[in-house]
């Protein structure tokens, strides 16, 4: 689990993955010399390597990986819909760190964003459908 914002050849970074997660997903049809070859390689890179079952993972990334980027793109969305110029300007004006950080992963590659959606559909769901149970019962304390 790293990345940037950035993309293309000019955004690599060589410690990319140095201490970063790395999950090793391996099927009852994977070959167990396969997954060894895909952890020394993961490991190579200074990864901390786990390993687990496809399921499990792709319910987990929901919750940390593809939720933010989908909060994020969604808080975008709704900071450009202000139909106020004045309360926009003052907003991007406004804006540090806090909102740079936040906004920061739905700010990146749509296409990324779109790939995590239609492969990860329903433990995306899952997740977005508890955030917004989270969200609720904050309103409805407010």
Same mark, same amino acid.
């Given at each position: 689990?790293?990345?940037?914002?950035?993309? *293309?050849?000019?955004?690599?970074? $060589?410690?990319?993955? !140095?201490?970063?997660?790395?999950?090793?997903?391996?099927?009852?049809?994977? $070959?167990?010399?396969?997954?060894?070859?895909?952890?020394?390689?993961?490991? %190579?890179?200074?990864?901390?390597?786990?390993? @687990?079952?496809?399921?499990?993972? =792709?319910?987990?990334?929901?919750?940390? %990986?593809?939720?933010?980027?989908?909060?994020?793109?969604?808080?975008? !969305?709704? @900071?450009?819909?202000?139909?106020? *110029?004045?309360?926009?300007?003052?907003?991007?004006?406004?804006?540090?760190?806090?909102?740079? =950080?936040?906004?920061?992963?739905?700010?990146?590659? $749509?296409?990324?964003?779109?790939?995590?959606?239609?492969?990860?559909?329903?433990?995306?769901?899952?997740?977005?459908?508890?955030?917004?149970? @989270?969200? =609720?019962?904050?309103?409805?304390?407010?």
């Amino acid at each position: 689990m790293a990345g940037t914002a950035w993309q *293309g050849i000019e955004a690599a970074e $060589p410690r990319l993955f !140095a201490g970063a997660a790395y999950a090793v997903t391996p099927t009852e049809q994977t $070959p167990p010399a396969a997954v060894a070859q895909i952890e020394a390689l993961a490991r %190579s890179l200074g990864s901390r390597v786990y390993r @687990c079952a496809p399921s499990i993972h =792709d319910r987990a990334v929901a919750w940390i %990986s593809h939720l933010p980027v989908m909060v994020s793109a969604a808080l975008i !969305a709704a @900071c450009t819909a202000e139909t106020e *110029g004045e309360v926009r300007q003052l907003a991007q004006q406004l804006a540090s760190t806090g909102f740079r =950080d936040t906004s920061r992963v739905g700010g990146g590659n $749509p296409e990324l964003g779109t790939l995590m959606a239609r492969y990860n559909r329903e433990p995306i769901l899952a997740a977005i459908a508890e955030y917004r149970h @989270c969200l =609720d019962q904050i309103n409805q304390r407010h």
